[in-house]
């Protein structure tokens, strides 16, 4: 079945705005508040910004007339992007992972957490709508590109989820006397979120990088048969 590309373009430019919006929320609130998590939880989706731009600009590459004549090129293209996607939110993970660590280290880090609290369920609901958007859309678009953008987008919402179940362990805390212990809350949660979402991304690089093997594999069979 053949992708639906003005669905595939409405539902990459819908995961772009929801991205934006996000990201400079995340970023300008966990900056503002000192929050190691926040900024973590925006950043994640400033990079979801940059790799939706990404898809955009190789879904229009190739919906082109001289691109899409040639099956192979176009078969390459998809699984070339998701794995550059993979290994980007990988490092990410990695950078966040060492500065929740030195965090720790440091004596953690005292953070608003009733606006935090507020902050995550605003995020949650978001991100989840966002999803929720993108897999029923995405289904009728039949595109691996939107199929690869909701996976992102259960990241996120994961990612929102965690920081808020956090933030409310850290206000119990504060309210039973640990108010010591609660500063710990902010980049324990970071170092839990990078360790847990690592293993998505590098999922993603992995089936990427064999169906890329794959494409490969077969091409060559076809020019020493043709040969």
């Known amino acids: 079945m053949s992708c639906n590309v003005q669905l595939e373009r409405r539902l990459l430019q819908f995961s772009t705005m929801s991205s934006f919006l996000f990201a400079i929320m995340g970023i300008g609130l966990g900056l503002w508040m000192g929050s190691l998590v926040i900024v973590f939880d925006g950043a994640y989706s400033f990079i979801s910004l940059a790799l939706t731009v990404v898809s955009l600009l190789a879904a229009a590459y190739i919906r082109k007339p001289e691109v899409a004549n040639s099956s192979h090129t176009v078969a390459k293209i998809e699984p070339a992007v998701i ?6 939110i990988t490092g990410m993970c990695c950078i966040s992972f060492h500065s929740a660590v030195v965090a720790i280290i440091n004596g953690g880090r005292e953070v608003d957490t009733g606006l935090a609290l507020l902050f995550g369920v605003i995020n949650v609901v978001g991100c989840t709508a966002t ?6 859309k995405g289904q009728q678009a039949r595109s691996a590109l939107v199929e690869a953008e909701s996976k992102q987008w259960v990241m996120d919402t ?3 989820g965690a920081v808020m179940c956090g933030f409310i362990i850290a206000t119990v805390m504060t309210w039973a006397g640990y108010g010591e212990y609660a500063a710990y809350a902010d980049p324990v949660m970071v170092v839990v979120a990078s360790v847990y979402f690592v293993i998505v991304p590098l999922k993603m690089v992995y089936d990427a990088v064999n169906e890329l093997r794959g494409l490969s594999r077969t091409q060559y069979d076809e020019v020493s048969e043709l040969s």
């Open 83 to 88: 794995a550059f996607k993979g290994m980007v």
């Open 131 to 136: 999803y929720l958007v993108l897999k029923s």
């Open 158 to 160: 994961v990612i929102s």
